[in-house]
Nanobody, 125 residues
Framework: AVQLVESGGGSVQAGGSLRLSCAVS???????MAWFRQTPGKEREGVAA???????NYSDSVKGRFSISEDSAKNTLYLQMNNLNPEDTAVYYC????????????????????WGQGTQVTVSS
């Protein structure tokens, strides 16, 4: 089974930065991955995604501020978040699905089959 564990969340002031990590169970291959976020009462939002071929996708709300990357040697996915604002406050989830190279609808939650437990990010003004 694919296991995903998020970390790196916390509280920061507006304008600050934070880097989230998603540790993937060792030996897992053929995964397309993504970051989602959710606030109680609001719909889940796809934030950033990465295919096995390096293809990336970003939500318009974070484009230019967030960056998704990976370190295959450490089996870890990252989300670098810069210039944070209070609207970025949410629980952030790491997700994955088996794929060949990339997937269509990379920012749609229904595409993904494996999910982490989430990590809280709080941005104060």
């Amino acid at each position: 089974a694919v296991q995903l564990v998020e970390s790196g969340g916390g509280s920061v002031q507006a304008g600050g930065s934070l880097r989230l990590s998603c540790a993937v169970s060792p030996g897992t291959t053929y995964l397309c991955m993504a970051w989602f976020r959710q606030t109680p009462g609001k719909e889940r939002e796809g934030v950033a995604a990465m295919g096995r071929d390096g293809t990336t996708n970003y939500s318009d709300s974070v484009k230019g501020r967030f960056s998704i990357s990976e370190d295959s040697a450490k089996n870890t996915l990252y989300l670098q978040m810069n210039n944070l604002n209070p609207e970025d406050t949410a629980v952030y989830y790491c997700a994955s699905v088996f794929c060949a190279f990339s997937v269509q609808g990379a920012l749609l939650g229904r595409v993904y089959k494996h999910w982490g437990q989430g990590t809280q990010v709080t941005v104060s003004s």
